[in-house]
């Protein structure tokens, strides 16, 4: 089956890093995605990892472990605005998006 | 640049009218998606078109149809509206080929749907 694993809900200070876990498994592996989505907004483009290894992306680095089926979205330096949900979307076969239920960040001052 | 529109922002149907949620994009993308977003769970796929005059199912395709006439419109329709309908829907687009791997999807704003 497909299934995308992340965790529903997280607490982290201004200014601190967090790191949010992804698991997936889907039918054929294309790449895995990271969306951003305020309350009330559509989801925004964040990361898309296909290679094994870390990806940074100024304070949003993204890192995937094909192997272990693993991903994981780092945010350093923490803002307010950074509260948001946090989509994490593997790709099939035929490159369509299997999506996660996404995961709220709540950043606290 | 819109990118991509969607209209209405917001409905209220009874049950067992029809609807169709409008979608359209001015970046020629060849790709076209419509999602539904329920609390607690992820997007989940309704239809697709991978290009005009082709769609497919997704992984929630009951009680929704779609046409794709040219690149810029993706509707969705509503045949006779349940209230297992109500959610939000995001009309997505992307520059996708088979050959070059999947590319980032850009959403619209969404319309919000009750069906009471």
């Known amino acids: 089956g497909q299934n995308i694993d992340q965790p529903t809900e997280m607490t982290a200070t201004e200014g601190a890093i967090v790191q949010i876990n992804c698991t997936y498994q889907t039918s054929g592996f294309n790449g895995l995605f990271w969306y951003q989505q305020h309350a009330g907004e559509a989801p925004t483009f964040l990361s898309y990892n296909v290679l094994d290894g870390l990806e940074e992306k100024g304070r949003f680095s993204s890192f995937l472990s094909r192997s272990k089926g693993y991903s994981y979205l780092l945010l350093k330096e923490l803002q307010m605005k950074d509260s948001a949900s946090y989509l994490c979307a593997g790709t099939d076969s035929n490159y369509q998006l299997i999506w996660g239920a996404g995961t709220k960040l709540i950043i606290k001052p | 640049t819109a990118g991509i529109t969607q209209a209405p922002t917001s409905q209220i149907l009874a049950a067992g009218r029809s609807m169709t949620l409008r979608c359209t994009q001015d970046m020629r993308h060849n790709a076209m998606y419509w999602y539904r977003q329920d609390l607690g769970l992820g997007l989940r796929l309704i239809h697709y078109?991978?290009?005009?005059?082709?769609?497919g199912k997704g992984e929630v395709p009951d009680g929704y149809s779609v046409s794709r006439a040219n690149t810029d419109d993706f509707p969705l329709t509503l045949a006779s509206a349940v209230p297992s309908q109500t959610s939000v829907y995001f009309c997505a687009s992307s520059d996708s080929s088979s050959a070059g791997g999947p590319d980032e999807q850009f959403f619209g704003p969404g319309t919000r749907l009750t069906v009471l």
């Open positions: 078109s991978n290009t005009a005059g082709t769609t």
